[in-house]
């Protein structure tokens, strides 16, 4: 029930593609669900975050798409860029301060 | 700057030894964690607080121990029992409601020796 699965594991994309990566939970008490991004040897740092009074947001090149009914979140990457190679989180929590829950992690190689 | 700070970044344990991971913010939030990453095995909990003199178990908080006697400082100590102790360790606090954040610090590379 708390956990988050994350898809897939590895991506290789090509530079100016989209990168797309699927999350799906099963506690329907979580309602914020964010993205974070990881470079090597660093911490991990806010991307993007939505709640599930809406089905989609977007910040520039990153727009996360929310389908409450599925229970699955994705992180959609246009125009991927060699620079946007990391690794990517997404998680989930309620907002009653609960504990944040992260998926498995995404590894994305952008090729040029 | 603010921020996150862990120290050092490398650490190296000998068997059966005790050593204690740094981790400083000048952010002033309340609350603040330990998370262990593993290749493939995303971001676990292993101990949080939510205020000074009180934390709790995570999810993996056996073979670990922490202390929150000031705002700023939540150092853990892995102890000689968490048998499988390489992991690269990061520390985070965090700021809740609307603006949501976990702010990382920058992590410590354990390894055994």
């Known amino acids: 029930q708390q956990q988050v699965k994350q898809s897939p594991q590895s991506l290789i994309v090509q530079k100016g593609g989209i990168s797309i990566i699927n999350c799906a939970y099963e506690?329907?008490?979580?309602?914020?669900f964010p993205w974070y991004q990881q470079f090597p040897g660093k911490g991990p740092a806010l991307l993007i975050a939505?709640?599930?009074?809406?089905s989609e947001k977007k910040e520039g090149r990153f727009t996360i798409s929310f389908n409450k009914s599925a229970k699955q979140f994705s992180l959609h990457i246009m125009d991927s860029q060699p620079g946007d190679s990391a690794t990517y989180f997404c998680?989930?929590?309620?907002?009653?301060?609960?504990?944040?829950?992260f998926g498995q992690g995404t590894e994305l190689s952008v090729k040029p | 700057d603010g921020g996150i700070t862990q120290s050092p970044k490398y650490l190296f344990r000998k068997e059966g030894q005790n050593v204690t991971l740094s981790c400083e913010q000048n952010?002033?939030?309340?609350?603040m964690y330990w998370y262990r990453q593993d290749p493939g095995q995303g971001l676990r909990l292993i101990y949080y607080?939510?205020?000074?003199?009180?934390?709790q178990k995570g999810d993996i908080a056996e073979g670990y121990s922490v202390s929150r006697e000031k705002k700023e400082s939540f150092p853990l100590t892995v102890t000689s029992a968490q048998k499988n102790p390489t992991a690269f360790y990061l520390c985070?606090?965090?700021?809740?409601?609307?603006?949501?954040?976990?702010?990382f610090g920058s992590g410590t590379q354990l390894s055994v020796l």
């Open positions: 939505i709640r599930p009074d809406v």
């Open positions: 607080s939510q205020i000074v003199n009180d934390f």
């Open positions: 952010l002033n939030h309340d609350a």
């Open positions: 985070a606090s965090r700021i809740t409601g609307p603006n949501e954040k976990l702010f």
């Open positions: 998680a989930a929590s309620n907002n009653q301060g609960g504990k944040l829950i």
């Open positions: 506690n329907t008490a979580f309602d914020y």
